[in-house]
């Protein structure tokens, strides 16, 4: 565990605290205690009454390590930091939802055609519907061993609420306010959240500072593209590109959540199978992550989810999942044959093993504390590294290790005693049946370095392995989503055109058809390299699965606010004298009714509050731009256009 950030309260310098701007960032602070004859119990949240019952409750539970997974070390103190994901409960949501409403998220929005007002329509009716479905528990855990109490010691944790992830803020946030907690009790809280409460509002895809005490966290926020809109706090002012750039070459690859997990440390064991992992992603297949503590569970899901940046995850991923999360007796009850819902579930506890033994796919990763109970036995041989000096994870070292008679026993093993080895021994492993399509790329793989000398030349080499492999991995998505480029493509007027008619509508999206066009021009070169000869049915795959929708009305929706921007901004430019001057009558009135209908819209935004910044100007050229070409009409038909009282108001009043 690394150190603690210096951190000194002074009271009187403390700035005042501002219930309404802690929100932005955090919704409480909570420590939790447990308790031996009570159960977990909530000793504080502050600021007070921001939690339901059931919610606290639901915090309380996810707090602490599971039982089963407890270290039995004798130190007097362990801390550790993790988190988790769980589902808010809303009142008009049923106690004991089916598992059908658990898989049916977006099977309504079918890949097969759609259109731009279905697009509109549903990403805001899906905006407002989930917003905040999920809030995030970003958890301090103390244990204290101490004989003269109960059972040898106690725990407690303090708890940080979001609804947004952001772990690059939360964790370090966590080492000062943690062991602050256990030295001043709430006091802790109340100073935290007052300088919480006097930051700037989060902007995504920046680096922020952020004054805490005597310290400052420089933190990189996830971009904009990166959140899916259940978080309810996404703006859409993005670009219009059908997918995030890639990051020059002196440039940190950040294209999405979790970017700051320790990708290679975490599947260091499992390298080979990181494109597997990837492809199950990315059509949003169900995968159960277990590990030996908490940590270690958290920081692979997070690993998982970063894999397939600058695609939104819409997989409901958790963290660190327990039997007390209300959705377990759902998955529970999945009979065999059943479909399992699209999850990623990290977990700690041996007994899911038996419990969710219908999940399709299993991956095993980290090594059990010292003093554990749990037996390590790693897939790794000392053959997986180079002694010495640092050197690279080299295709013969990784060919050795997959193709020799001990490794191939060792598979055949492991295959035949499936998932439940577990119970006995640890292991590094996976368990799936599916058969990837895309291949592992052995030149990124001899670009890895290993270095172990020291836990600090450890670091560096994973800072550096890090960007190695989510630079490939977001070039490897990025190139799989280039193909649905053209149905994002947006269109301006052309010079001398006029603005004042409807914007061509984006190109209708037919899977079938995007499908037969794909196989007879092919994904590109990129692709073709590091993909088997069954690379469509990859593309079939992720059309059905849960990420293709809700990536592509994003995209879409985007793109189309990117339209209307060109369209607007030609409108602004336009000298409608000019413009006028060289139209038929039919067409002047056309257009008087196109600037009548764009003008009643802004104004509308103005009223409702969601104007731009430019909506006063717009409103003041589309009025001035609607009364030119009213001038030029006929008197028959500038009276016929007074006959209606809201189109005089437009024409005779001010709409600002």
């Known amino acids: ?63 602490f390590p599971d039982s089963v997974s407890q270290q039995h070390n004798r130190s007097s103190i362990h801390d550790c930091i993790f988190f988790f994901r769980f589902r808010k409960r809303f009142k008009s949501e049923s106690d004991n939802a089916t598992n059908s409403e658990i898989t049916e998220v977006d099977k309504e929005l079918s890949p097969k055609s759609i259109d731009k007002n279905n697009v509109r329509r549903r990403l805001s009716s899906t905006a407002s519907a989930d917003a905040s479905k999920y809030m995030y528990g970003y958890v301090f855990n103390r244990q204290r061993h101490d004989e003269r109490l109960k059972r040898g010691g106690e725990q407690k944790s303090v708890v940080i609420l979001s609804h947004c992830p952001y772990s690059s803020v939360f964790r370090p946030l966590l080492q000062i306010v943690g062991p602050l907690y256990f030295d001043m009790g709430k006091k802790a809280l109340e100073h935290i959240a007052a300088y919480v409460s006097a930051w700037p509002a989060p902007v995504p895809g920046k680096l922020m500072d952020l004054p805490i005490g005597n310290a400052t966290l420089k ?34 690859t950040q294209q999405g959540l979790f970017h700051d997990s320790d990708l290679f440390g975490t599947f260091r064991g499992l390298l080979l199978q990181l494109w597997l992992l990837w492809e199950l ?26 894999l397939v940046a600058p695609l939104i995850c819409s997989v409901d991923f958790r963290p660190y999942f327990t039997i007390h ?24 506890n041996l007994f899911f093993l038996k419990a969710l033994r219908n999940i399709p796919h299993i991956i095993s990763v980290g090594s059990p504390p010292p003093n554990s109970n749990r037996v390590s036995l790693s897939t790794r041989s000392t053959t997986d590294r180079v002694s010495g000096k640092p050197g690279g994870f080299g295709l013969r070292q990784f060919s050795l290790n997959k193709f020799s008679p001990s490794s191939l026993l060792s598979a055949v093993k492991l295959r035949r005693d499936g998932p439940l080895c577990l119970m006995t021994e640890h292991k590094e492993a996976i368990w799936s049946t599916y058969s990837a399509t895309a291949k592992p790329d052995t030149s990124v793989l001899n670009r890895l370095i290993d270095a172990g000398v020291t836990p600090r030349v450890e670091e560096s080499m994973s800072v550096v392995n890090n960007e190695i492999l989510r630079r490939h991995f977001l070039e490897l998505t990025t190139n799989l989503l280039a193909p649905f480029g053209p149905y994002f493509r947006t269109t301006a007027p052309s010079e001398g055109s006029s603005p004042y008619i409807n914007p061509p509508p984006l190109p209708p999206f037919d899977a079938d058809e995007f499908l037969a066009s794909l196989s007879a021009r092919g994904p590109g070169k990129f692709l073709l390299k590091r993909m088997k000869s069954n690379w469509l049915d990859l593309y079939s795959r992720f059309l059905n699965g849960p990420n293709f929708m809700p990536w592509f009305r994003r995209r879409r929706f985007v793109a189309e606010q990117e339209q209307d ?35 009643l819209r802004e104004v509308q935004l103005q009223q409702s509050g969601n104007g731009g910044v430019d909506s006063t100007a717009t409103c003041q050229k589309l009025t001035r731009d609607l009364q030119a070409v009213f001038d030029v009409l006929s008197k028959d038909m500038q009276e016929l256009m007074l006959s209606n009282p809201q189109r005089a108001y437009l024409l005779q009043g001010s709409p600002e």
């Open 565 to 599: 921007r060109l369209w607007k901004h030609a409108r602004m430019k336009t000298d409608i004298h000019l413009l006028i001057s060289k139209m038929p009558e039919l067409e002047i009135v056309d257009s008087f009714n196109v600037i009548e209908r764009l003008l």
């Open 281 to 306: 992603l990315l059509i949003g297949e169900p995968i159960l992550i277990i590990a030996p503590t908490p940590p270690q569970c958290c920081e692979a899901v997070a690993s998982l989810v970063s």
């Open 325 to 348: 999360d209300p959705d377990f007796a759902q998955l529970n009850s999945i009979q065999e044959g059943e479909a399992f819902p699209p999850m990623i579930l990290g977990v700690t």
């Open 1 to 63: 565990m690394s150190r603690s950030p210096s951190f000194k309260v002074k009271t009187e310098l403390s700035p005042t605290f501002d219930p309404e701007s802690l929100q932005k960032w955090i919704v409480s602070f909570c420590a939790i205690r447990f308790d031996l004859e009570q159960g977990q119990l909530v000793e504080v949240c502050y600021p007070s009454g921001c939690l339901t019952h059931d919610e606290e409750l639901e915090i309380a539970y996810n707090s």
């Open 219 to 252: 933190v990189n926020l996830p971009p904009a593209h990166s959140f899916s809109v259940e978080n309810g706090l996404v703006s859409f002012d993005e670009s219009a590109s059908s997918v995030a750039p890639l990051p020059s070459n002196n440039q940190s």
